[in-house]
Each structure stands twice: as structure tokens, then as C-alpha cells.
């Protein structure tokens, strides 16, 4: 398995991609080509690629362009109704009283991402995941933990699980894995070329699959960089890519990260212990650094911007900034402004300017609409026509017993949208902001903007407790955590003083 280690910005994926270019340009058949991916959207992006390049079908061909987990599902046969869901889980807490899921969605779904559905998980429960993802015993994984639970209650509770799976003929994300990694001998189909990506942060059951499908490939490349691996909370197994045996080249030069934040990211990097030594260029364009005590200094008017820090709370004041201020901004929990709300103000300014809305704007429209002779006549809240249908604002007034008229403003035609969003999306429009466009601000935790970039990187340097602990005990970890955040930007990153210099990250 040949190791293609790609620093920041360094278009590893791209190298793959050209790989993939290669090999169908010399003739080599679409599915005897393989890309796996540790997220659906980075499968997805290298699919769409592909596809484009050499005008394929991405529907019909490339059909091992997957995450590792969504090839486990299709080659081992299981149905969608064979898998585990967050209602199952539930009858399973109703049986032991103790609780197992938080939300209400379908815990594992094929298609989702591993680091996604271990959130959805409790403690309890992803301690029993992650004991098998890394292939280790469950008490070896307690023992390690400060799980409030006494061990016979874990052991009880993983006991539950394997029965009520064993009884209802179900599985779980992990199971099938574990099938797909006893059966890969036989179910895997033969490649030509196959290449995996992030592979830094594949967890040992997923390293059995990956070395399932280099026995069945002519060639195999893994990319990654062991410098970006931050998933070893949810079992990813760094120390495996590092020592794969087989060959291995760098990519050296940089197309995101200017030459000053190189310069701290190099810092950061002689911290970590156990690392491949790597060397890479920085952009020629030297970029700033800057200290600052708050984001009060910071113009947010123009510009990309991506505020980080290592826990969701250290953003609250910057959320809260945007929302007074009229920013339009993007969080982990969704755009600022929920979509709908979006969909209902640009169906009505479309109407008022004389154009037709389609079937799917016009229910929403009317959605936030008052009924009952509000801005809807009674018996007309729901819309006459097909999902295909426009209509027009004669359409909506003469068949669809729209009242409200087009010299209203849109919060006087709107009148079911909430106050507190009335006076955000006033604040919104007086700055300018575009709604229909993606926001140029986003905020998240450094797990949570692993891939992404901006202009302009914000990082707080403060720690949680937990944190602080963990440090003491595996600083590896955190020196990675905080060299995939200053290595986003591609201009400026600022550092902001924390709030407590004794627990912070020193940079």
C-alpha cells in the first residue's frame, strides 16, 4: 500500500483524483476503480469529479466511490430494514431503564458519517462502540474511562444489545463491519486501482477492512496526514498509517496556508512526538497573524470568515454578536436563519416582482401566513396544484385565496414569522446580507471544520477542563487538534487571548 502524505492544502485528494484520471484514460473500466473516503461528501465530491471529467453517469458508474461503511452495507447484502434505529435503541431503554440515545433520529444511517452517528450515541453506548471499533475489550475501554456507571452495568447493557440484535434479526453500524471484514475475502470484488482517503483516521476494524481490499487490488494508495489526525477520541488508529510498511512521498507544496501561519503551524508540529517528519512549502504570499482580545476588532463586512475554538460554548458571545449585529452566519446546528423562513421571504419578494413562485415556495409562503381571513381565506391554507406547478400572485389571489396584497411589506404578509426572527432578518437586510447565498461567516469547533478553509481564521485558544486534563495525559492529540485550526486559513488568522491563560492552548 503506497502512503501519500498531504500536509495542508497540499491537494492530496487532488492527487488521487489525477489517479483516477490516469487510469480511465488508459482504458481501465469505470468499476474496477475504487475511492474510499472517511466522510459521504468527500466520496460524493470525488464521484462528481470523475464523472465530469469523462462524462460519466454518477448514478451508474463508479459504483466504489463510497465511505468504507457504505461499501461494508451494499457488499454484505443488508436491507435498510435490518438496521438499528434510534427507535429501536429506544425499546431497548424501555427493557433496562437505562439510556442508551439522545434525538430522534435514525442512528445509524448508512450514508452518515462515522463521527456523526458516535455524537448521536450516550456515554454508555459509545464506549460499546468504541471498544469494538478498536477492536479491544469492553472492560479495558471502562477502565479507561470515567464513565459514571458501574461495570456490571455496562457489561448488562453490551449483553442487551448483542440479544435484542441476535432476537429482531438487526444491525448495527458496527456490525456491519465486522461482517464485511470476516466476508471481504469472498464478497470483495477485484480493483485495478484502489485508493483511500484521510486515512489517518481509520479505526482498527476499518484497517482490516482497508487491508481486505489491497489483497483484492492491483494497485492501492492510502493519503492522509498523521499531523490531522483528531479523530482518536471516536478510535481512530494514527500509529497504523504512520507505520505502514511500503512506500511513501510527500507533497510539498502548499496552496492554502501563507507563509507566517506556516511558521506557527511548523511550531506546533515539532511539539507532536509521534509523527512522520514531513516538510512542506507554504504560499509564497506572507499572510498575517495577529493577536487580538476580541472579535470587536475584527471588520466582519467583507471576506470569508471561520471562527473556531475547541468547545461549541467559547462561541456563544460571537453567535450572539452576529445575531445583534445582522451577520448571517452558519454554526453546526444549521444557518442563522432557517431555511423555510428564507424560502418564505424570497417567494414574496419574487412575487412582488412579478414572478412566479413554484409549488414548494407557495406552501411555505403560505405556511407563514395567517389563515382564517388573516392573509389566507378560510379553507385555502393548503395549496390547489401539482409539485411541478408555478404560480403566479394572480394565481395565488384568484384559485389559492391569497388576501395578502403585493403593497405589503414582507413582515406585514409574513405575519406568522416569529418576533425574534422578524427583527434579525430587519438587522440582516440593513446590512446587505444576501439569504440566497451560502455565508461568508461560519462558526464551529475545530472537529467539526476538519476540510474546510476561509480567508480569515479566528481561533480561541481557550480549553475546556477536560481538555486541560487530557493534555497532561495524550498532548499529541491536542497539538494536532490546534495544527488543523491554524492551518484553515488562507490569508489571516487571528488568535484571540483567552479568557484564562492558565487553561489555554499556548501558541
Not at 40 to 58: H, Q, T, V, Y
Not at 146 to 171: F, N
Not at 493 to 502: A, K, Q, R
Request: aromatic share 10%.
Amino acid at each position: 500500500m503506497q502512503r501519500i502524505f498531504g500536509p495542508p492544502g497540499t491537494g492530496k485528494t487532488t492527487t488521487l483524483l489525477n489517479l483516477v484520471d490516469r487510469s480511465l484514460s488508459d482504458g481501465t473500466p469505470p468499476n474496477k476503480i475504487a475511492f474510499f473516503a472517511f466522510t459521504r461528501k468527500a466520496a460524493s465530491e470525488a464521484k462528481e469529479r470523475a464523472c465530469e471529467r469523462f462524462g460519466l453517469d454518477p448514478r451508474q458508474d463508479l459504483p466504489y466511490f463510497r465511505t468504507i461503511h457504505s461499501l461494508a452495507f451494499y457488499l454484505t447484502g443488508l436491507k435498510s430494514d435490518q438496521l438499528m434505529t434510534a427507535q429501536h435503541y429506544r425499546e431497548v431503554e424501555k427493557k433496562i431503564g437505562i439510556s442508551l440515545v439522545s434525538g430522534e433520529t435514525s442512528l445509524y444511517e448508512v450514508e452518515s458519517d462515522l463521527s456523526n452517528s458516535l455524537k448521536k450515541e450516550s456515554d454508555l453506548l459509545r464506549l460499546i462502540t468504541l471498544s469494538r471499533l478498536k477492536k479491544t475489550l469492553l472492560r479495558t475501554e471502562y477502565n479507561f474511562s470515567d464513565l459514571d456507571y458501574e461495570w456490571v452495568e455496562v457489561d448488562y447493557v453490551a449483553r442487551c444489545l448483542v440479544q435484542y440484535k441476535k432476537a429482531h434479526g438487526l444491525y448495527d453500524y458496527t456490525d456491519m463491519l465486522e461482517l464485511f471484514a470476516q466476508s471481504a475475502h469472498q464478497t470483495c470484488p477485484r480493483f485495478e486501482l484502489a485508493m483511500l482517503d484521510e486515512a489517518q483516521d481509520l479505526s482498527p476494524l476499518q484497517w482490516d477492512i482497508a487491508h481486505a481490499i489491497e489483497e483484492k487490488s492491483e494497485r492501492m494508495y492510502c493519503a492522509g496526514d498523521d499531523d490531522q489526525a483528531i479523530y482518536k477520541w471516536s478510535g481512530a488508529d494514527v500509529e497504523h498509517f504512520i507505520n505502514l510498511p511500503g512506500g511513501s512521498e510527500v507533497l510539498e507544496q502548499s496552496y492554502r496556508v501563507p507563509r507566517k501561519v506556516h511558521e506557527v503551524a511548523e511550531r506546533i508540529c515539532n511539539r507532536i512526538k509521534r509523527r512522520f517528519p514531513k516538510k512542506y512549502l507554504p504560499r509564497q504570499e506572507e499572510g498575517k497573524l495577529e493577536r487580538i482580545t476580541g472579535f470587536e476588532e475584527l471588520d466582519l463586512n467583507h471576506g470569508t470568515w471561520l471562527f473556531l475554538s475547541q468547545a461549541q460554548y467559547f462561541l456563544n458571545s460571537i453567535k450572539s454578536h452576529c445575531k445583534s449585529q445582522g451577520y448571517f452566519y452558519e454554526s453546526q446546528s444549521g444557518h442563522s436563519l432557517r431555511l423555510k423562513i428564507r424560502e418564505a421571504l424570497e417567494g414574496w419578494k419574487a412575487l412582488q416582482r412579478g414572478h412566479p413562485v413554484t409549488y414548494d415556495f407557495a406552501k411555505t409562503l403560505y405556511s407563514y401566513m395567517s389563515g382564517n381571513g388573516g392573509r389566507v381565506e378560510r379553507g385555502f391554507k393548503k395549496i390547489l396544484g401539482e409539485e411541478d406547478d408555478t404560480f403566479t400572485f394572480e394565481d395565488l389571489r384568484d384559485n389559492n385565496g391569497l388576501l395578502a396584497t403585493l403593497d405589503m411589506s414582507w413582515q406585514q404578509a409574513l405575519d406568522k414569522v416569529p418576533d425574534v426572527d422578524v427583527a434579525y432578518i430587519n438587522a440582516l437586510l440593513r446590512r446587505g446580507e444576501d439569504l440566497t447565498a451560502l455565508p461568508r461567516i461560519k462558526l464551529s469547533t475545530i472537529h467539526g471544520a476538519k476540510g474546510g478553509e476561509a480567508e480569515n481564521v479566528v481561533l480561541y485558544t481557550d480549553l475546556t477542563a477536560a481538555a486541560e486534563q487530557s493534555m497532561e495525559k495524550d498532548p499529541d492529540s491536542l497539538h494536532r487538534v490546534f495544527y488543523v485550526a491554524v492551518t484553515r486559513t488562507k490569508q489571516n488568522l487571528y488568535l484571540v487571548e483567552p479568557e484564562n491563560f492558565y487553561r489555554s492552548y499556548p501558541l
